[in-house]
């Protein structure tokens, strides 16, 4: 795992489908890169993660929580996001809940470990690699603008990311909405 404070690429290149100022979520935060990258780019962030020196890096670019959202309940049960954005993280068990707190018109920017990974490094157990399609199913109530489920260089691994978006209840039916690529 990168200690690299800068974002994602992934999550550089899908941020232009976030509504301006909208609110974001950075799910197992850490010490805060994506807080700090949608704070720079005008949005009210929060960060949940249970390291409790996460947290203490995390809070100088938002709103800041400490909760382990594994073993304790989900600290954001009906509340909802512009954006949940998640890296290199997954408990399936909260995958639901993840996705739920998308809003309407909202963006889901997820990219984890995948199976495969266990053959060139760390994370190499099945609890922490998703298995094809995993992603794309957990999503299936998104309409999904791109995915990758591959290898990739430096560091070498094996991930799944998806930029999706939950489409506004308001469209008017067999109107979609057009995300720019």
Known sequence: MSHDLSPSPWVVRWSHLLAPGTTVLDVACGAGRHMDWFAQHGHAVTGVDRAP??????????????????????????????????????????????????????????????????????????????????LLAACAGLRVVAYEDGLLAEPERFVQRIAAVREPSNLPVGKPMRYPL
């Open 53 to 134: 020196e996460a947290i203490a890096s995390s809070v100088r670019f938002g709103r800041a929580l400490l909760a382990d959202i594994e073993d304790g309940p989900w600290p954001f049960a009906g509340q909802v996001f512009g954006a949940v954005v998640v890296t290199n993280y997954l408990w399936r068990a909260r995958l639901p809940d993840i996705v739920a707190a998308v809003a309407p018109g909202g963006v889901l920017l997820y990219e984890t470990f995948a199976a495969g990974n266990e053959t060139i490094g760390k994370p190499s157990r099945p609890d922490f690699l998703l298995q094809p399609g995993e």
